[in-house]
């Protein structure tokens, strides 16, 4: 509806005591932002709406809690406020309004920007100031230019006043509750709602829309990537995008299955049925039932495995063990693997018509040194988790401390860097404050682990082997030469310190020797290589 200019002032006032009304009943940021969006609508209608939280000290934006209307899915919901490349880092740095009435010309260069890929043509984003310091924006987008646009302008500068009061008492609140319960820290389940994958470089936004394109297809999935890159969290993804998000999630870890309870774990099992089995119990396929089950590391199953899985796959029936009635489940299979599928077929790791039945489509996720962009954003999100799993104070990283986490590779991926924010936020905690030093000292740690472990990994284990390096000979012919085991184990040594000790991957120590890594890692084993 069009509001003449001289109601303006009045219509917001008035929504401004609205909103302070209900947040005295309800503070939590869904029923806040609920209750913003509603207060809205009530005056004119809006195609999305949302609020970024701004962090001075990461200069990172963050999502308040899930936008209201449109779907943006590959706004990374937490990235930089960069002047140059985002509305709300604009806002932030003139400390005024941003009025946007053609995006996709605003932001011309390509890639094409999230808000226009979303089918968005108009936005405007106002700075909520509290106490002389932004804490946030509120952000307004629109398929079409509006006819009021300047009365709706002119409504929220009247408005925005009160949201920043409001959604400091939320914020404040959040953080009372979290003092209060720090005998048991976690992140509030409002909190934690955003917390989705980081999608700020262009890598990322490739894989988001590929992932979109297939999440709602009732098909199977398979995953590729390194150890660490977050199939996991990926497979979960796809499942909430799905027509199944209300049924189950089942994830089978592939090399934690024992061989002769490989039946049993999948298809479940009647009471009796071999010594142990003291009642019936059902498997994972049907625990999945109208879900989907995530199959996590599929080239690690044995070959005997693989070929029972096919035939389930295949039949869509299976039998619990012990009993002779056919079962049958509906279930989505999304399979991960972080070996290299083609090698690993071709030397028989993987069977191919288990290959062909999965890998229905592929997602390859890229490893975090080809997604750099990513690197200060994901800091931010899991410096924020720490804080709260932890019930520690949000670690502060200067430009002198992040320097070096920047300009690490991070050989393992995401699961490295989580590892290192936390072992940073327990030095902070310990010291009072972090300096250059002790990331370097904590970065030296992760390399020396990778290659000199305390302990080797259990059998079938699925992170990368580490071992140290092989020692220089002090004669032209050791003992151990003198039999074939020494000698193959003094060249698997020499071809794994040449590699850093990465084992898997087409740069690893199994491609070079041209053995699938299970068999590599079965030698290593075998030979006492830690």
Same mark, same amino acid.
């Given at each position: 509806?069009?509001?003449?200019?001289?109601?303006?002032?009045?219509?917001?006032?008035?929504?401004?005591?609205?909103?302070?009304?209900?947040?005295?009943?309800?503070?939590?940021?869904?029923?806040?932002?609920?209750?913003?969006?509603?207060?809205?609508?009530?005056?004119?209608? *809006?195609?999305?709406?949302?609020? $970024? +939280? %701004?962090?001075?000290?990461?200069?990172? @934006?963050?999502?308040?809690? !899930?936008?209201?209307?449109?779907?943006?899915?590959?706004?990374?919901?937490?990235?930089?406020?960069?002047?140059?490349?985002?509305?709300?880092?604009?806002?932030?740095?003139?400390?005024?309004?941003?009025?946007?009435?053609?995006?996709?010309?605003?932001?011309?260069?390509?890639?094409?920007?999230?808000?226009?890929?979303?089918?968005?043509?108009?936005?405007?984003?106002?700075?909520?100031?509290?106490?002389?310091?932004?804490?946030?924006?509120?952000?307004?987008? *629109?398929?079409?230019?509006?006819? $009021? +646009? %300047?009365?709706?302008?002119?409504?929220? @500068?009247?408005?925005?006043? !009160?949201?920043?009061?409001?959604?400091?008492?939320?914020?404040?609140?959040?953080?009372?509750?979290?003092?209060?319960?720090?005998?048991?820290?976690?992140?509030?389940?409002?909190?934690?709602?955003?917390?989705?994958?980081?999608?700020?470089?262009?890598?990322?936004?490739?894989?988001?829309?590929?992932?979109?394109?297939?999440?709602?297809?009732?098909?199977?999935?398979?995953?590729?990537?390194?150890?660490?890159?977050?199939?996991?969290?990926?497979?979960?993804?796809?499942?909430?995008?799905?027509?199944?998000?209300?049924?189950?999630?089942?994830?089978?870890?592939?090399?934690?299955?024992?061989?002769?309870?490989?039946?049993?774990?999948?298809?479940?099992?009647?009471?009796?049925?071999?010594?142990?089995?003291?009642?019936?119990?059902?498997?994972r396929f049907e625990l999945a039932d109208g879900g989907s089950l995530f199959?996590?590391?599929?080239?690690?199953?044995?070959?005997?495995?693989?070929?029972?899985?096919?035939?389930?796959?295949?039949?869509?029936?299976?039998?619990?063990?012990?009993?002779?009635?056919?079962?049958?489940?509906?279930?989505?299979?999304?399979?991960?693997?972080?070996?290299?599928?083609?090698?690993?077929?071709?030397?028989?790791?993987?069977?191919?018509?288990?290959?062909f039945r999965l890998a229905f489509f592929s997602i390859t996720l890229p490893?975090?040194?080809?997604?750099?962009?990513?690197?200060?954003?994901?800091?931010?999100?899991?410096?924020?988790?720490?804080?709260?799993?932890?019930?520690?104070?949000?670690?502060?990283?200067?430009?002198?401390?992040?320097?070096?986490?920047?300009?690490?590779?991070?050989?393992?991926?995401?699961?490295?860097?989580?590892?290192?924010?936390?072992?940073?936020?327990?030095?902070?905690?310990?010291?009072?404050?972090?300096?250059?030093?002790?990331?370097?000292?904590?970065?030296?740690?992760?390399?020396?682990?990778?290659?000199?472990?305390?302990?080797?990994?259990?059998?079938?284990?699925?992170?990368?082997?580490?071992?140290?390096?092989?020692?220089?000979?002090?004669?032209?012919?050791?003992?151990?030469?003198?039999?074939?085991?020494?000698?193959?184990?003094?060249?698997?040594?020499?071809?794994?310190?040449?590699?850093?000790?990465?084992?898997?991957?087409?740069?690893?120590?199994?491609?070079?020797?041209?053995?699938?890594?299970?068999?590599?890692?079965?030698?290593?084993?075998?030979?006492?290589?830690?």
């Amino acid at each position: 509806m069009s509001l003449r200019m001289d109601i303006v002032s009045r219509c917001a006032d008035e929504a401004g005591k609205k909103l302070m009304r209900k947040l005295v009943s309800k503070a939590g940021r869904k029923a806040f932002f609920s209750a913003l969006s509603g207060l809205i609508q009530e005056y004119f209608t *809006f195609d999305r709406l949302c609020i $970024n +939280l %701004y962090d001075q000290h990461s200069e990172m @934006l963050t999502y308040f809690t !899930a936008a209201e209307g449109t779907v943006v899915s590959t706004l990374s919901p937490v990235r930089p406020a960069d002047p140059s490349g985002t509305v709300a880092g604009h806002v932030i740095a003139t400390r005024k309004p941003v009025i946007i009435t053609d995006f996709a010309r605003y932001f011309s260069e390509a890639p094409v920007h999230p808000i226009a890929e979303a089918g968005l043509t108009v936005t405007m984003a106002f700075p909520l100031i509290l106490d002389n310091e932004i804490i946030a924006t509120l952000h307004c987008s *629109f398929a079409k230019k509006p006819q $009021n +646009l %300047y009365e709706i302008t002119a409504f929220f @500068l009247e408005l925005t006043p !009160a949201v920043a009061i409001c959604l400091g008492a939320v914020l404040s609140l959040e953080q009372t509750d979290t003092a209060v319960s720090r005998i048991q820290p976690r992140l509030s389940p409002e909190a934690a709602e955003c917390e989705k994958i980081v999608c700020y470089s262009k890598a990322m936004r490739k894989v988001i829309r590929r992932l979109d394109a297939v999440a709602g297809l009732d098909v199977p999935l398979l995953l590729l990537g390194e150890t660490g890159t977050g199939k996991s969290l990926f497979a979960q993804e796809i499942h909430r995008r799905s027509p199944r998000k209300e049924r189950p999630f089942v994830r089978v870890n592939c090399p934690g299955l024992v061989t002769t309870l490989f039946e049993s774990e999948l298809f479940g099992h009647a009471r009796g049925a071999f010594t142990g089995a003291l009642a019936k119990r059902a498997g994972r396929f049907e625990l999945a039932d109208g879900g989907s089950l995530f199959l996590d590391e599929i080239a690690e199953l044995a070959p005997a495995m693989q070929s029972k899985l096919l035939q389930v796959l295949e039949d869509g029936s299976f039998e619990r063990v012990g009993e002779s009635v056919p079962l049958r489940a509906d279930v989505r299979i999304i399979a991960a693997t972080n070996v290299d599928v083609g090698a690993a077929v071709a030397e028989g790791g993987l069977r191919s018509d288990l290959f062909f039945r999965l890998a229905f489509f592929s997602i390859t996720l890229p490893p975090l040194r080809e997604r750099k962009e990513d690197i200060g954003p994901l800091i931010a999100l899991i410096s924020k988790q720490a804080s709260g799993n932890l019930g520690l104070p949000r670690t502060a990283f200067s430009p002198a401390v992040l320097r070096p986490l920047l300009r690490h590779d991070w050989p393992g991926n995401v699961r490295e860097l989580r590892n290192t924010i936390n072992h940073l936020a327990i030095c902070q905690s310990v010291y009072g404050r972090l300096t250059p030093a002790d990331v370097e000292s904590v970065l030296a740690e992760n390399r020396l682990h990778t290659v000199a472990p305390r302990c080797a990994p259990p059998a079938g284990a699925t992170r990368t082997p580490r071992v140290l390096p092989p020692k220089r000979r002090t004669a032209p012919f050791a003992e151990e030469d003198e039999t074939l085991a020494g000698a193959e184990r003094r060249h698997i040594l020499e071809v794994l310190s040449r590699t850093g000790g990465l084992v898997s991957g087409p740069k690893g120590a199994a491609a070079r020797l041209g053995l699938p890594r299970s068999t590599l890692q079965h030698r290593m084993r075998k030979l006492g290589i830690a």
